[in-house]
């Protein structure tokens, strides 16, 4: 049975009920959980439990720790609750140990509860700590309601294993209020939302086998913690959800709990309800027709990461890897600065180019790939080379702001090469390279300047990153290629002096699994 304990302020505080009492009808939920083989806590968990510890956080993770195991190995958000007074401590852990705060849409955004997320680079995994400052539940659309216990609830906590976690029999109240709050009211049971999911029913199993036989201590926590919730009240909440209860016996139920809790709303009932409405419609059209799902944002800036190298570098991999590791759950977009999507102007100049081509009113003309190496500047390369080129410029400008604008709001912009007109002669300007100072009649000469222009604008991104590897290895990565273009393209970046640019160089002739790894441990250190 459990025991009530004092603490040194005097206040009561309630110890975990020992198992050796736990009811025969648990037996099978029990033994279902030690079949699993526990997999050992994620290092970074790990760290973070000893941190909160031994700096004497008052904390405990708060819900769901009938699976704790899955929370310790990360598959789980860690549902951490955390004393006011400790939150500038708590948070102070988190960022020495590499945590970032995100932020999640708008409308899943609520007040004393922030998201913080870190990476654990032995198990590449990532680490989501749900930090909560008050105890706000409810309906998922909204969480319209705060229960002011969280004094109490921390002070019942006791250190288990890894996390420390509340005493059952608070845990037991508070997940029964959450669960009524969002299965048995009648917008819920109408919205197909009735019934407690299968993980759900499982948890409230376990904290009834937890919790002493008699309930006497579930009753002692609501007579002197929760007296709006009555003995009779809970008891009818925890019949309501059972799979058997009728529709209208929940649908009172879940009535009465909201009267009780009214003046601990953040919002009227009638208002909760027309946003509840409003979240779940436009929710369904965002996914089902728009086909977007919300994800969290970077909540102090984003980042507009740059990967240049030459061919056979592994660049094109690397952006793709780096984009799905990323774009899980976080905002994240990948653009090609090297071939940029054309806009309308572009289209419209290039087809009125193609037509005159096709008319023969000029012949085909291309510049140099490599102008800066090899550039003949007694062949005028053309007009329409040069428009194409100020089309491509102004492409790579429009690109390069769209991504500058959705790092600035907080995502993650990964870009595959990028201009760097002073550094290295690809992805940069080439009309004024391309024609005579002598020939150049004043329409070049605006051509010329328009283009620059455009180049002038693009500021270096938030992180430039350079793949670089031995050109004889590059040729021998791409068999399928012309060995001298892939040689010439891949000495620029080989040779250059990288030191005096502000550029993180990985090795690329590491094997793939090692780049990457480099890549995510630099680009998570900039988040």
């Keep these: 049975m459990s025991t009530m304990v004092r603490n040194g302020s ?45 700096e004497g956080i008052a904390y405990c993770h708060w819900k769901s720790n009938a699976m704790l195991d899955r929370s310790a190995v990360g598959d789980n958000d860690l549902d951490l609750l955390v004393g006011r007074a400790d939150v500038h401590r708590f948070t102070d852990i988190l960022c020495r140990l590499g945590f970032t705060r995100v932020q999640g849409p708008p409308e899943a955004q609520m007040p004393g509860v922030v998201d913080y997320y870190g990476h654990d680079p032995q198990a590449d995994k990532w680490v989501h700590v749900h930090a909560h400052y008050q105890l706000i539940l409810g309906h998922d659309a909204t969480k319209n ?42 917008d819920a049971i109408l919205g197909r939302q009735g019934a407690l999911s299968a993980a759900e029913r499982q948890e409230l199993e376990y904290l009834q086998t937890q919790v002493s036989p008699t309930w006497m201590y579930v009753y002692d926590i609501l007579n002197q913690y929760m007296p709006l919730l009555d003995v009779t009240l809970f008891d009818d909440c925890m019949r309501s959800l059972q799979p058997n209860c009728p529709f209208g016996t929940r649908v009172k139920v879940g009535q009465r709990l909201q009267n009780r809790l009214r003046a601990h709303a953040r919002q009227s009932r009638m208002a909760d309800l027309g946003l509840k409405l409003w979240r779940r419609a436009a929710g369904t059209v965002r996914r089902r027709i728009l086909g977007r799902v919300p994800r969290k944002r970077m909540a102090d800036g984003g980042l507009m990461v740059a990967l240049v190298g030459g061919d056979g570098a592994g660049k094109s991999t690397a952006v793709d890897e780096l984009y799905t590791w990323l774009s899980r759950d976080f905002e994240t977009i990948k653009m090609h600065m090297g071939k940029p999507a054309w806009s309308r102007t572009t289209v419209a100049v290039r087809g009125v180019l193609k037509i005159g081509r096709s008319l023969g009113l000029y012949p085909y003309m291309r ?35 769209k991504a500058r604008r959705f790092a600035t709001n907080g995502g993650l912009a990964i870009c595959d090469r990028f201009p760097l007109p002073r550094v290295m002669s690809t992805d940069g300007p080439e009309c004024e390279q391309m024609t005579s100072p002598c020939e150049a009649n004043r329409f070049i000469r605006f051509l010329a300047g328009l283009e620059t222009k455009y180049y002038q604008q693009i500021m270096p991104p938030d992180l430039l990153v350079v793949l670089r590897v031995d050109p004889e290895i590059a040729v021998e990565r791409r068999p399928d290629e012309d060995e001298a273009s892939v040689r010439r393209r891949s000495a620029e970046v080989w040779q250059l002096d990288w030191e005096q640019i502000p550029a993180h160089v990985i090795d690329a002739h590491q094997p793939k699994a090692e780049v990457l790894a480099e890549l995510k441990a630099l680009v998570w250190s900039e988040l």
Aim: glycine share 2%; hydrophobic share 40%.
């Design 10 to 54: 005097g206040e009561p505080k309630l110890s975990p009920a020992p198992t050796d009492e736990t009811p025969s009808s648990s037996a099978a939920v029990v033994l279902k959980m030690a079949v699993m083989e526990p997999q050992p806590p994620l290092e970074l968990i790990r760290n973070l439990c000893q941190k909160l510890s031994s």
């Design 145 to 186: 309601y705060h229960l002011p216990i969280e004094r109490p609830y921390l002070e019942s906590a006791v250190q288990s294993d890894l996390f420390k976690v509340p005493a059952p029999e608070f845990e037991l109240v508070v997940f029964v209020i959450r669960m009524v709050l969002k299965h048995s009211t009648w």
């Design 367 to 401: 510049g140099p790939v490599q102008p800066t190496l090899e550039a003949d500047l007694s062949v005028f390369p053309g007009y329409p080379w040069l428009l194409r080129q100020v089309c491509t410029a102004r492409d790579r400008y429009l690109t390069y702001a």
